[in-house]
């Protein structure tokens, strides 16, 4: 958990119904669509993205929209995951980026608090590049 409201993981995660309800998880973001599917529609709000984990991968046009995301499921008193396949580099540049954000945090502070949550937090360096720009 990152915050109160806001979550980080896996696919093994996104795919587990009990886990995601006894979260109270109530939003999801899926950051490996072409990987990983969108499994319980009927239980959950989904905004879903087909970003690689490349350094060539485009980060940037998608945090807004995801940002915006996260925003609405915390003003209606939810709580959000954001997933990958493996929980390390996606959706935690993702998070990141949101933490930069609505925290005014520079990317190391947003990174240092995802990464003691998530000890596997790594970014890849093209995530990192566009998220310091």
């Not at 319980?40 to 060539?56: A, C, I, K, Q, V």
Request: hydrophobic content about 45%.
């Amino acid at each position: 958990r990152v915050t109160p409201f806001l979550y980080v993981g896996a696919k093994e995660v996104a795919s587990d119904r009990k886990v995601l309800l006894d979260a109270k998880i109530t939003h999801v973001v899926n950051a490996a669509l072409d990987v990983v599917p969108c499994c319980f529609p009927e239980n959950f709000t989904y905004m879903s993205y087909r970003l690689t984990d490349g350094t060539n991968a485009d980060i940037d046009s998608i945090l807004y929209p995801v940002i915006d995301f996260i925003e609405t499921c915390r003003q209606e008193g939810g709580r959000c995951l954001v997933h990958c396949v493996q929980g390390a580099s996606r959706s935690t540049g993702l998070v990141i980026g949101y933490l930069m954000w609505m925290q005014n945090w520079a990317y190391q502070e947003a990174f240092r608090h995802v990464r003691l949550i998530r000890p596997i937090a790594s970014p890849n360096a093209g995530f990192v590049f566009q998220l310091i720009m």
